[in-house]
Structure formats: structure tokens, C-alpha cells
Antibody, heavy 128, light 109 residues
Framework: QLQLQESGPGLVKPSETLSLTCTVSGGSISSSSYYWGWIRQPPGKGLEWIGSIYYSGSTYYNPSLKSRVTISVDTSKNQFSLKLSSVTAADTAVYYC????????????????????WGQGTLVTVSS | SYELTQPPSVSVSPGQTARITCSGDALPKQYAYWYQQKPGQAPVLVIYKDSERPSGIPERFSGSSSGTTVTLTISGVQAEDEADYYCQSADSSGTYPWVFGGGTKLTVL
């Protein structure tokens, strides 16, 4: 059974960089069949897609966060990571990692799919 | 940016049918997905590609599409179905390949 687990600091100071890692177990992150993504949810609010990555390193970012986001993959550790720079209180949220199962079509070269497996989520608070 | 619009809340009595809508300009051309999220838990996929149901999801969950609106229907609602429901889709340009609606709180009276 595939499992995803987020890890990283639960408290980050304003203006600093938030760093999280998602460890995948029960399957290989190097599989050509899947993409991997990050989603966040501020307390009491809805879901927001942050970005996605393929094992080869191809990335897609939410345009509203693109200038601050970097997502990378480490196939040797079966992990992928999120870095969000210059954080403010508005970045306080539960951060989820998830697997993306492609649905066989693309939009201008972007593979489209569903989030079929999710991590349990980790709360990151931005505060001094 | 691209937006998907959902009603904030829907209420139904046990055994009745709940319908949750999601509207977006690109929905005639893009698939929609639905997720169920219970308090303190990660979302769970309940419908994909407008109307397909993943294995393990009860048959009372169904999805449909008509023009710029997609609908999640829960027939014979049970108390355990009380949750937040989110639609997800993409815009037509590839700029926003994954977009979530604002979510709908389903209350079972």
C-alpha cells in the first residue's frame, strides 16, 4: 500500500524559507506512471495547489506562488521536497503531499491527473 | 486566475439525495474530480473524470457534467457522509492544471 509522509519544521519565522519533505513508501517515486504534488490548506479554509513534479524533474507551479516555490525530487531517497521562500503569516497552513495519477491527456503539454494518494498533512505555522 | 465556484453549504436529511455543484468556464472541456474531506483528515478522491468512481467508494456517490457545471450526487445520504467536498479541475490554457473549488460543507440533519 502506497504511503506518503510529510516532514519538516512546524514553526517558521516570517521572511524565512519553509522546507518540507515527502517520503514515499510502498512504491517508487521514479515510476514513469506518476507525478507528485504539494497542496496546502490554511486553517478553516479550502485547498490550494502549490506545485507538481515528475521524477525526471519537470515541474509545474501555481502562478500565484511561482516566484517563491521550488519543488525538487531525490529518487535515491524516494522523496520529493518543497521550499517556499519569504514566508508570511498567510503561508500558515496544513501542507499535504500527494501522488498524481495521470488521466491520459494533456493541456498544452501539461499532464493532467487526479490526486489519488495523500499524506496525512503537516501544520506549518509562520510566526516570530 | 481560474476559479471553480461551489456553494458554501448544503444540508440534507438522512436517506435523501444531496447534490453539490461546481461551476467553471473550462468545465465543458476539462474533466472534474471530487474529494471528500472529514475534519482532521486528508482529502479522499470520490469521483474522477467527471463520473468515474474509484474502487472502494460507495455506489451512492456519482458525478455528472452539463455545460459549465459539474455535480456530485450522493444518494441515500448517511450520517458518515457529513464532510467538506471539493471539486478540482484545470483551466484551458495549462496555466492552472490543478485548481480546487472553494469547498462545500455537507451537513446531514
Amino acid at each position: 500500500q502506497l504511503q506518503l509522509q510529510e516532514s519538516g519544521p512546524g514553526l517558521v519565522k516570517p521572511s524565512e524559507t519553509l522546507s518540507l519533505t515527502c517520503t514515499v513508501s510502498g512504491g517508487s517515486i521514479s515510476s514513469s506512471s506518476y507525478y507528485w504534488g504539494w497542496i496546502r490548506q490554511p486553517p478553516g479554509k479550502g485547498l490550494e495547489w502549490i506545485g507538481s513534479i515528475y521524477y525526471s524533474g519537470s515541474t509545474y507551479y501555481n502562478p500565484s506562488l511561482k516566484s517563491r516555490v521550488t519543488i525538487s525530487v531525490d529518487t535515491s531517497k524516494n522523496q520529493f521536497s518543497l521550499k517556499l521562500s519569504s514566508v508570511t503569516a498567510a503561508d500558515t497552513a496544513v501542507y499535504y503531499c500527494a501522488r498524481i495519477l495521470p488521466d491520459g491527456y494533456t493541456i498544452f503539454g501539461v499532464v493532467i491527473g487526479r490526486f489519488d494518494y495523500w499524506g496525512q498533512g503537516t501544520l506549518v505555522t509562520v510566526s516570530s | 486566475s481560474y476559479e471553480l465556484t461551489q456553494p458554501p453549504s448544503v444540508s440534507v436529511s438522512p436517506g435523501q439525495t444531496a447534490r453539490i455543484t461546481c461551476s467553471g468556464d473550462a468545465l465543458p472541456k476539462q474533466y472534474a474530480y471530487w474529494y471528500q474531506q472529514k475534519p482532521g483528515q486528508a482529502p479522499v478522491l470520490v469521483i474522477y473524470k467527471d463520473s468515474e468512481r474509484p474502487s472502494g467508494i460507495p455506489e451512492r456517490f456519482s458525478g455528472s457534467s452539463s455545460g459549465t457545471t459539474v455535480t456530485l450526487t450522493i444518494s441515500g445520504v448517511q450520517a458518515e457522509d457529513e464532510a467538506d467536498y471539493y471539486c478540482q479541475s484545470a483551466d484551458s490554457s495549462g496555466t492552472y492544471p490543478w485548481v480546487f473549488g472553494g469547498g462545500t460543507k455537507l451537513t446531514v440533519l
